[in-house]
């Protein structure tokens, strides 16, 4: 796409009820500043959209002046794509309101709300949907990717549970899109990505969860890495749809709950959250500690927005990002040596490697839905490197991708999860997407037959 010269903005900001910034605004450099603190990218023109309307002339402008497009949500797409250089940024961060209606048990939620915004308005009702483990990313690229978190055994995936959305096409046509309106494009937003417009608003179905849940996390350090990995595989087998669960090969954390004699030991963490009472939450916790009596462990109940917080600080805003992932259906013997190789190579104390277990209600839907992978029990394998010093970075970006390389022969195939992908190629998008890819080809030359959203896993438009 050519970017003219022409970047007057005038005729743009007196028709937006939000603002737009070009780089000599103040705010600009917030504005498009991201999670990722590695990325520095500039757009020419940041458009801060208060409704679908501002949406849709936004994009007219871009279409105009012929300026790439990328859309923002909660800004956490690892690559920074939220950020079109020198073209037009819609930012959906003035669109956070959550209304929730509790006796329809219903969400609406806005284009560019987090998942702590999401939580905590659901919560006031002792109602949930699943989220992912970090609570200032956004419900609308993890949501369009499929989403999965502590809630996934119990609810199936953030997708699963949507029943519409408010979207605006290329073309700036403004729809409603449901199981009945739209039908294609309603199968194709729940987990084909940000490829077919930028929705204003998400519609979820909602669950009683909490207040209180169940936590727990155990530790081993380094020397039975090994051991406890192959405990974990067992364990996770056994774990009923009540129970979410994350085995985590890190450093413990410096945390004031954890003995400070052990803070910053590398090791693995196993992370249980329990939806179904202190009961049924003990009874799972007995075999794990009498199998392989952890280091240290943390058992306690704590608000279901606790729980979705608790990892918030593994990875903060602002701190340097790079990371590989990829689809294990199990923790085999060779899966677990390529671990206990790579791990101890890391340079940053932060990087770890958080492996998302997937199981019970993940499993309820298939072809329903846009969502690439398979739907049988398996791990979201992923090695984040992380630090706070950008020199050492590029470390770290080597560690993760030597470690993902040796781990490719045990994976699942050469496909991802969308949302994981830092390095979106073609190739990767089509085997991450699978037979499924054909269909949303197909919806996508129906919507957007341009391509103007293809700052994202990108499906090109069936010819
Ligand atoms: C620290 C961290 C933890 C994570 N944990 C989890 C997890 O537990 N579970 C999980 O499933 N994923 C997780 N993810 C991955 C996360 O789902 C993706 O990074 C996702 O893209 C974030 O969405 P966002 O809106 O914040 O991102 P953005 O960078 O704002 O958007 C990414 C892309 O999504 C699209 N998009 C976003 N919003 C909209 C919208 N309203 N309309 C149209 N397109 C839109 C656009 O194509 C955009 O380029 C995590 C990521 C990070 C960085």
């Known amino acids: 796409m050519t970017q003219t010269a022409d970047r007057s903005t005038d005729s743009l900001r007196i028709r937006m009820m939000g603002t737009v910034l070009t780089g000599d605004d103040a705010g600009y450099d917030d504005a498009r500043s991201v999670f990722n603190g590695a990325v520095d990218r500039r757009p020419a023109i940041i458009a801060r959209c208060a409704n679908s309307t501002d949406v849709a002339h936004a994009l007219r402008f871009a279409r105009e002046h012929g300026l790439e497009v990328s859309v923002r949500g909660g800004a956490h797409n690892f690559a920074g794509i939220a950020v079109a250089v020198d073209g037009m940024m819609i930012d959906l961060s003035p669109m956070r309101r959550v209304t929730v209606d509790p006796d329809a048990r219903v969400a609406v939620v806005g284009g560019g709300a987090t998942l702590a915004d999401l939580d905590a308005a659901t919560q006031e009702h002792g109602l949930a949907v699943t989220g992912g483990t970090v609570s200032h990313t ?6 369009l990717g499929g989403g999965f978190g502590w809630l ?22 403004q729809l409603r899109v449901t199981a009945d309106e739209h039908p294609e494009l309603f199968w194709a937003i729940r ?10 608003s998400f519609e979820f179905r909602l669950h009683p969860v909490g207040p209180l849940v169940d936590f727990g996390l155990f530790f081993w350090e380094d020397d039975r890495l090994a051991e406890a990995l192959r405990l974990l595989r067992d364990i996770v087998a056994t774990l009923p749809r009540t129970t979410g669960a994350l085995i985590a090969p890190m450093n413990a954390p410096p945390a004031v709950f954890i003995p400070e004699a052990h803070h910053l030991t590398p090791g693995v963490a196993f992370l249980l ?14 075999p794990v500690r009498a199998a392989l009596p952890p280091l240290f462990e943390f058992v306690t109940p704590m608000p279901y927005t606790a729980l979705q917080q608790a990892l918030d600080e593994s990875a903060p805003w602002g701190i340097n990002v790079y990371e590989k992932a990829l689809w294990l259906d199990e923790l085999s013997d060779g899966a677990i040596d390529v671990v206990r190789t790579h791990l101890p190579k890391r340079t940053s104390p ?11 209600a993940y499993g309820d839907l ?6 690439g992978a398979t739907r049988k029990e398996r791990f979201a394998f992923n090695v984040a490197a992380i630090t706070p010093d950008p020199r050492v970075l590029a470390a770290e970006r080597a560690w993760a991708r030597a470690f993902w390389q040796d781990m490719l022969p045990h994976a699942a195939g050469t496909g991802n999860y969308v949302n994981f992908l830092a390095e979106a190629d073609d190739a990767r998008v089509r085997s991450s997407f699978g037979p499924k890819y054909a269909r949303l080809a197909r919806v996508k030359a ?13 499906i090109k438009p069936a010819t």
């Not at 932060?350 to 019970?360: C, Q, R």
């Not at 298939?366 to 969502?371: C, I, L, R, S």
């Not at 129906?446 to 990108?458: C, Q």
Request: charge should be negative; glycine fraction near 16%; hydrophobic fraction near 40%.
């Open 446 to 458: 129906a919507y957007d037959p341009d391509n103007v959203f293809h700052l994202n896993p990108n």
């Open 366 to 371: 298939g072809d329903e839905t846009a969502f």
């Open 273 to 286: 959250a329990g939806f179904a009472g202190r009961a049924e939450h003990a009874k799972l916790l007995e």
């Open 191 to 200: 987990g084909g990505g940000g490829n077919f417009g930028v929705v204003t």
């Open 152 to 173: 996934t055994p119990m609810l199936g995936l953030t997708s699963d549970n949507l029943v519409a959305a408010d979207l605006v096409t290329a073309d700036s046509r």
């Open 350 to 360: 932060m990087s770890f490697v958080p492996t998302f277990a997937l199981y019970g």
């Open 138 to 143: 956004g419900v609308g690229g993890l949501t």
